[in-house]
């Protein structure tokens, strides 16, 4: 069997995704064996070695995305609903659209959103694809592996969908139409043999994914689920404490809370994680810490809708596992993981600077800088997101584990005159000129471009499907 090494010199900087004094190593070089992390110092080439030279570059682990709706990337900046909160947004936007994806539109928006993410320096990505309704002509979950495939990207396919809906069956176009347990569940058998790999590095994996547990499954159902899910050795994952008509729905029908009723279907847990939770109160805090149940936040789609910020200091506090999701691009038309690093370290501050009081009324303390560090943001967007998705292979830049690693050149305008360019994607946004994106040490982004795509062909596509789109609605 023949040894494949790269060693990758001369890096200004390395962030690793470790807690506390780990979060930075020296470097300069990392040396990757067999797409394996094999030793990061000062090494000297060896024999037959490819070596990329990282000078001016800044190491990252690669980001992992743990929430997304690839489909959506099609119904950017939607006028109908750029200004609509949750609710009304939903019909204005996804589900006004969803009918009219067919197989080759869905292609598209899954090939242009993963695109977009793997040019961000992410390598895994968690899509929570609802599109699943009787009689589909088109098998949306093989469509995505395909893709992700292609482009050489982990991906972890959360099967959505729904049991019930919100008015009677008869009065909804068939694309809204819900499926039954027993097809879900039939469905989830397919996927779970087809595809999913309970390696700890796997670059496949199927989860659990009732789109949403207090509108689109019975409560006995999704009992059912989370023990179909655990017998399978799978996780779950779905929407919770979005807005308040979480809240509101969740009081008016169980007389709990949102994460209550999540706790009383058997789905909380290390084995699961929810997007958003921004609306939540002290007594939930506690139980998704107590039983080790993660979030993906979504600072960016949260923001565009309206929703708020989640709570994600005192979550990770009570030991809530953190990690980062875009969300979908109808509700985020930046839906890339350095733009959803900027936000969530921006408005973990902004929340807790709207906690402070002056000292007259009591307050202790002046702003909320303190509430996130770049390093915090980091972990939570890399190795925060590996342990979300149970990928034990991906813990950071660090010997023994994949070579899952993002090679910026901060070359812009933006990030000149930084004081500590390990900093800068964080802190100034953007999109920084991508070195190299490496998947498992193989390079899938060499040089700020991606082999076998051409963009400019690819923005002819979604220019001429966007018309087509909008001529049928």
């Not at 506390?20 to 037959?48: E, M, S, T």
């Not at 919100?166 to 779970?192: G, V």
């Not at 402070?356 to 939570?380: H, I, K, N, S």
Request: overall charge negative; charged content about 20%; proline content about 6%.
């Amino acid at each position: 069997m023949t040894t494949s090494s790269l060693l990758i010199t001369n890096t200004t900087a390395i962030m690793t995704g470790l807690p506390g004094a780990a979060a930075r190593h020296a470097g300069p070089d990392i040396r990757v064996v067999d797409g394996v992390i094999a030793a990061i110092g000062k090494l000297l080439p060896q024999p037959g070695e490819r070596v990329l030279d990282g000078s001016d570059c800044i190491a990252y682990p690669a980001w992992v995305n743990t929430h997304h709706h690839l489909f959506q990337s099609m119904l950017k900046g939607d006028p109908g609903g750029i200004n609509a909160s949750l609710t009304p947004w939903l019909a204005t936007a996804p589900y006004k659209y969803r009918g009219s994806f067919d197989e080759r539109l869905f292609r598209l928006a899954a090939r242009i959103g993963l695109v977009e993410l793997m040019r961000s320096g992410c390598a895994t990505v968690a899509d929570h694809n609802y599109l699943y309704y009787p009689g589909m002509l088109f098998d949306s979950s093989a469509i995505l592996f395909e893709e992700a495939e292609a482009l050489g990207l982990r991906f972890v396919l959360c099967r959505g969908g729904a049991t019930q809906a919100r008015q009677p069956e008869a009065q909804l176009p068939n694309a809204m139409r819900p499926e039954t347990l027993d097809r879900y569940l039939s469905d989830m058998t397919r996927l779970i043999g087809r595809y999913h790999d309970p390696a700890p590095a796997a670059m496949r994996r199927v989860v659990m994914a009732p789109t949403t547990p207090l509108f689109s499954v019975a409560p006995q159902e999704l009992k059912a689920m989370a023990a179909f899910a655990r017998a399978a050795g799978i996780r779950l994952h779905s929407h919770l404490s979005e807005t308040v008509s979480y809240q509101e729905s969740a009081q008016a029908k169980y007389r709990c809370s949102p994460v209550e009723f999540a706790a009383r279907q058997d789905w909380l847990g290390p084995d699961v994680w929810f997007a958003h939770l921004v609306k939540l109160d002290a007594e939930e805090i506690r139980l998704l810490g107590q039983t080790g149940t993660g979030i993906a936040h979504c600072p960016q789609s949260n923001g565009r809708l309206g929703s708020g910020i989640a709570p994600i200091r005192e979550l990770e506090l009570a030991g809530v596992p953190i990690s980062i999701g875009v969300d979908g691009a109808a509700s985020n038309e930046a839906a890339d993981m350095v733009s959803e690093a900027h936000a969530a370290w921006l408005t973990q501050r902004a929340r807790r600077g709207e906690q402070a009081l002056p000292a007259y009324a009591g307050g202790t303390f002046e702003g909320g800088a303190d509430a996130a560090t770049v390093e915090d943001v980091v972990r939570w967007g890399t190795t925060g997101g590996a342990k979300v998705l149970g990928l034990a292979g991906l813990d950071g830049v660090q010997v023994g584990q994949q070579a899952d690693i993002a090679l910026y050149r901060l070359d812009d305008p933006r990030y000149f005159g930084l004081h500590d360019p390990a900093l800068g994607p964080v802190v100034a946004g953007g999109r920084p000129y991508l070195k190299c994106l490496l998947v498992g040490g193989r390079a899938v982004v060499e040089d700020d471009r991606i082999p076998g795509v051409d963009l400019v062909e690819l923005g002819r596509q979604a220019r001429t499907a966007v018309r087509a789109l909008l001529a049928a609605n």
